[in-house]
């Protein structure tokens, strides 16, 4: 959570209008992109990421991550495959239409709204024959915020089940085996995780932006990832 505040802190002072620079409105934000990036959790991975704009509201996301997780000096490759169909929406298109009698409320679209659903798929395996996988529904919703010339932002919450691999443990009152307790198990949580997380994206052109994120959740390491998306 404090990665989240201070590149939210930061993004706020370096957020500069820059008006029909790349000669777009303020809230034309890019729902068809490719991206490529680079994280870093309890171990390095690598993400790829493409987005597709679809009539109205409605855009595809498609995602593909891969990484390691280190249970008891062993390593296992985690990868983990996402797909969800989006829908966003101004934030004035949305309190313009409720109106109160005679009153009715004229607000900018300075920001959108959006929620993806969908499923995430994670496949965990290890040279010692260790291979599970399942999946998990997904959903994604936040705000879109700042100006596509320059500058933009985005607030989000992620929510998801999320597996790991963890030691056994010998219960109480048992006794174990040496060989029992260096045995690993794959444990779906059974409390749905959410992420909260913050993104600063810098169009430096109208076909391309510099990305960087931040994350934290209940139940994995905070993650910090930066990339470049191609936008079309």
Same mark, same amino acid.
């Given at each position: 959570?404090?990665?989240?505040?201070?590149?939210?802190?930061?993004?706020?002072?370096?957020?500069?209008?820059?008006?029909?620079?790349?000669?777009?409105?303020?809230?034309?934000?890019?729902?068809?992109?490719?991206?490529?990036?680079?994280?870093?959790?309890?171990?390095?991975?690598?993400?790829?990421?493409?987005?597709?704009?679809?009539?109205?509201?409605?855009?595809?996301?498609?995602?593909?991550?891969?990484?390691?997780?280190? $249970?008891?000096?062993?390593?296992?490759?985690?990868?983990?495959?996402?797909?969800?169909?989006?829908?966003?929406?101004?934030?004035?298109?949305?309190?313009?239409?409720?109106?109160?009698?005679?009153?009715?409320?004229?607000?900018?679209?300075?920001?959108?709204?959006?929620?993806? *659903?969908?499923?995430?798929?994670?496949?965990?395996?290890?040279?010692?024959?260790?291979?599970?996988?399942?999946?998990?529904?997904? $959903?994604?919703?936040?705000?879109?915020?700042?100006?596509?010339?320059?500058?933009?932002?985005?607030?989000?919450?992620?929510?998801?089940?999320?597996?790991?691999?963890?030691?056994?443990?010998?219960?109480?009152?048992? *006794?174990?085996?040496?060989?029992?307790?260096?045995?690993?198990?794959?444990?779906?949580?059974?409390?749905?995780?959410?992420?909260?997380?913050?993104?600063?994206?810098?169009?430096?052109?109208?076909?391309?932006?510099?990305?960087?994120?931040?994350?934290?959740?209940?139940?994995?390491?905070?993650?910090?990832?930066?990339?470049?998306?191609?936008?079309?």
């Amino acid at each position: 959570m404090k990665n989240i505040r201070f590149f939210a802190l930061l993004f706020s002072f370096i957020v500069v209008a820059e008006e029909g620079r790349l000669e777009r409105e303020p809230n034309s934000y890019r729902y068809s992109s490719l991206g490529l990036y680079a994280f870093k959790a309890e171990d390095s991975g690598l993400e790829g990421k493409v987005s597709l704009s679809l009539p109205g509201p409605l855009y595809l996301v498609a995602e593909a991550k891969a990484d390691g997780v280190d $249970v008891d000096n062993e390593e296992y490759d985690k990868f983990t495959k996402a797909i969800r169909i989006g829908a966003h929406v101004g934030i004035g298109d949305v309190l313009n239409s409720v109106s109160v009698g005679n009153v009715s409320l004229q607000i900018e679209n300075f920001m959108d709204v959006f929620l993806e *659903v969908g499923i995430k798929a994670t496949d965990i395996d290890s040279q010692l024959d260790f291979s599970e996988s399942d999946t998990q529904a997904n $959903v994604i919703t936040g705000i879109r915020f700042g100006d596509s010339n320059g500058w933009e932002g985005k607030i989000f919450i992620d929510f998801s089940k999320e597996t790991e691999v963890v030691q056994q443990v010998c219960p109480v009152n048992l *006794v174990c085996t040496a060989f029992e307790t260096s045995q690993v198990t794959y444990v779906l949580d059974d409390e749905t995780d959410q992420k909260f997380g913050f993104t600063a994206t810098y169009n430096a052109s109208k076909r391309g932006a510099l990305v960087i994120e931040t994350s934290t959740s209940k139940v994995s390491d905070g993650v910090i990832k930066i990339g470049y998306q191609f936008n079309f």
